[in-house]
């Protein structure tokens, strides 16, 4: 099952007693740098009781409510730089949910210091939900990127699967790219499979959606059939691509010649769908 198609274990909506859940103690912090990384302990992710801790809203920023505790990221450019990919791998779901938010709402606050419309210095607000401009009142949320992400499937039912220019040796995975202004998912995902591997695809269905806040992207899957024939590589972005049996796929993992996305993504979960739930994982990245 996709985690993200289902509900969320986290509430997000803000507490309406504020400022009790911090006084009170019913609050812990979730470390998390500037840049997005996330602190690891023995159990999981780490978070920390607020006890004896003032507020700040520049740094402690609301995530939501698990049960009857209320998490908030706690921007802290001590947290050590480990890539969020690296650490997904070790979280359970609610850890997952928990680390992707926290980074998500950590860069943007970082990012975002002042106005876009004015050059005023911004403020939180909202818990840290937006930022507030003071000298011209606009108010600015998290900027999401959209991006499609597509397992493509032939005739014969093999799977696409592509390297790309800046992976290391062996790294595969399905396509992805960005949504550009005025056009729609569907037509993104025609143009990147075309812009990367010159196939046309039919069929294209919507498969689920990922935060991925490497830094700001919401990643929207589909499936989608191309007529089987080699595909055409871009030659920048995308230095080589082929077509997979289940049989080739597991031999290719066996010797290490392909390397697979994380399980905690949804690339994976994309080439489990088409693979069945005996997928071996081999090595991941």
Do not use: K
């Amino acid at each position: 099952m996709n985690v993200w198609e289902t509900a969320s274990l986290i509430d997000f909506t803000q507490p309406a007693d504020w400022p009790a859940p911090w006084d009170e103690g019913r609050a812990e912090i979730v470390p998390v740098s500037p840049a997005g990384h996330v602190a690891l302990g023995e159990s999981g992710l780490v978070r920390r009781p607020v006890a004896g801790l003032a507020y700040d809203p520049e740094t402690h920023v609301y995530l939501g409510r698990v049960g009857e505790t209320h998490l908030f990221a706690g921007i802290d450019p001590d947290v050590p730089p480990v890539s969020l990919n690296s650490v997904l791998v070790r979280l359970d779901r609610l850890g997952t949910e928990l680390a992707m938010r926290a980074a998500a709402m950590a860069h943007y606050h970082t990012q975002n210091r002042f106005c876009p419309a004015c050059g005023g210095r911004t403020r939180p607000a909202s818990l840290g939900y937006a930022r507030l401009c003071p000298d011209c009142q606009a108010m600015h949320f998290p900027r999401i990127d959209p991006a499609v992400i597509v397992a493509i499937t032939d005739e014969h039912d093999r799977l696409l699967l592509g390297h790309h220019e800046a992976w290391p040796a062996g790294r595969h995975s399905v396509f992805a790219g960005f949504a550009e202004a005025g056009e729609s998912l569907e037509n993104t995902v025609a143009r990147e499979v075309a812009e990367e591997v010159g196939l046309e695809v039919r069929d294209v269905r919507y498969f689920g959606s990922q935060p991925w806040p490497m830094p700001r992207s919401l990643m929207i899957a589909f499936t989608a059939t191309a007529t089987a024939r080699p595909p055409r590589v871009d030659g920048e972005e995308i230095t080589s691509a082929r077509w997979f049996t289940r049989a080739e796929l597991t031999a290719a993992l066996a010797t290490g010649e392909v390397v697979l996305p994380t399980p905690a993504s949804i690339a994976f979960r994309l080439i489990t769908g088409w693979f069945g739930p005996d997928l071996p994982t081999g090595l991941v990245w």
